[in-house]
């Protein structure tokens, strides 16, 4: 890996992947239900976690998934709508263990935490407007990037040739996927978002 200038900041990306990684947002949550955003580490670790639609939708997707199975390396987020996500994958795939790791937690949303989940498209339109959005105190598309970046980067010098599994929550696998891009953080929201459940592959784009 070689220290590049990327976007907005410095950091390091491998000029490969060694693994193929896959992300997944959780299935729906009972915050998603409630229509709030719930992103401090106090509350999301051990509260909200997922609806009984929300586990029967990571079923499906896992169930009609053809390329996951028992042999795919699980990391999750630690909060618990992540981490039901992840047990109920362990156990239809047959995977040994789920990791939890801290950098595919949820953003945190500063004052709007405990809000109308309505009030993500103000956070939105701040990001669009600048990668370094902290309004609000909520956590910047750069601070996110580089958490998730962080746990990549460490994936590939621990594994190799691999399957990865990355569960995690809507906005962090946005900004993970637009980084990979090499597009602007401040465009994460004009690449397809993932629907709750939806499993899909990284690319890192070469140039």
Request: proline share 2%; no cysteine.
């Amino acid at each position: 890996m070689k220290k590049i200038q990327y976007l907005e900041f410095d950091t390091e990306l491998p000029k490969e992947l060694k693994n193929r990684y896959f992300i997944m947002r959780h299935g729906e949550s009972k915050a998603n239900v409630a229509g709030i955003l719930l992103s401090h580490p106090k509350d999301g670790t051990v509260t909200f976690g997922l609806s009984e639609k929300g586990k029967q939708q990571v079923k499906d997707s896992i169930l009609k998934n053809d390329i996951l199975d028992s042999d795919v390396i699980i990391y999750s987020s630690d909060f618990l709508r992540a981490k039901e996500t992840a047990e109920i994958i362990k156990k239809l795939l047959g995977t040994k263990k789920v990791a939890l790791h801290k950098n595919l937690r949820e953003r945190y949303f500063g004052k709007f935490d405990k809000t109308d989940l309505k009030n993500l498209n103000i956070v939105w339109k701040k990001d669009k407007i600048s990668a370094y959005n902290k309004y609000n105190g909520v956590e910047s598309p750069n601070e996110v990037f580089k958490r998730t970046i962080n746990l990549i980067n460490k994936l590939e010098e621990k594994f190799q040739n691999k399957k990865i599994l990355l569960v995690s929550h809507g906005d962090v696998l946005q900004i993970l996927q637009t980084g990979l891009l090499k597009k602007s953080l401040s465009k994460h929201r004009q690449i397809p978002h993932l629907k709750i459940a939806e499993i899909r592959e990284l690319k890192l784009t070469n140039y």
